[in-house]
């Protein structure tokens, strides 16, 4: 199973929204409503923002949201705060052999 | 409060063996199902296996570990394994152990801090 493809990077500035798109196949992200989002800070773990492509965990700000389009998913940052600025990676389910496929990261940078 | 803890990781020649384990608490463990996920230095995020929630637990394991990683659980212990064997240098990672809701698909929301493992000689 291939890794997902994501942007290396995005940038916007405070205030501003961010699109950040995740391009798979019909055999992960256009096959289930599987998709999960991810942010990762440096030296953390990854931390959960979306699953089932449009849904936030309790405690997630609104500020983040998802959806999906055919073989491409996205993840919107709107708001744009200087905390924002970090890696994000999207994740899509390929069946019961591969639960987990990754993106290929993207870089938000706050500008 | 869900706590993952792995531990095990290391510095191990390549073609050696090491065991990670992941310590869970906070939870009834019997109940979920438990990946490993693994980061390279400076690179993106690597499913490498699962097994399934239950007594009888179903395992599936990425090709690029498949036949040399055993992924195992210890219910009696509350306790997550990889055994990791014939090591290579790609295999150098941050590992992870982390868990979804109970049932849920294709989402992580849980996950330890994570343990070095450095395939050199």
């Known amino acids: 199973q291939s890794a997902l493809t994501q942007p290396p990077s995005a940038s916007g500035s405070p205030g501003q929204s961010v699109t950040i798109s995740c391009t798979g196949t019909s055999s992960d992200v256009g096959g289930y409503n599987y998709v999960s989002w991810y942010q990762q800070h440096p030296g953390e773990a990854p931390k959960l923002l979306i699953y089932?492509?449009?849904k936030r965990p309790s405690g997630v700000p609104d500020r983040f949201s998802g959806s999906k389009s055919g073989n491409t998913a996205s993840l919107t940052v709107s708001g744009l705060q200087a905390e924002d600025e970090t890696d994000y990676y999207c994740s899509s389910y390929a069946g019961s052999n591969s639960p987990y496929v990754f993106g290929t990261g993207t870089k938000v940078t706050v500008l | 409060e869900v706590q993952l803890l792995e531990s095990g990781g290391g510095l191990v020649q390549p073609g050696g063996s090491l065991r990670l384990s992941c310590a869970a608490s906070g939870f009834t463990f019997s109940n979920y199902a438990m990946s490993w996920v693994r980061q390279a230095p400076g690179k993106g995020l690597d499913w490498v296996s699962s097994i399934s929630a239950g007594g009888r637990r179903s395992t599936y394991y990425a090709d690029s570990v498949k036949g040399r990683f055993i992924i195992s659980t210890d219910n009696s212990e509350n306790t997550l394994y990889l055994q990791m064997n014939n090591l290579r240098a790609e295999d150098t990672a941050v590992y992870y152990c982390?868990?979804?809701?109970?049932?849920?698909?294709?989402?992580?929301?849980?996950w330890g801090q994570g343990t070095l493992v450095t395939v050199s000689s």
């Open positions: 089932e492509v449009s």
């Open positions: 982390a868990i979804p809701q109970v049932a849920g698909k294709g989402r992580l929301d849980y």
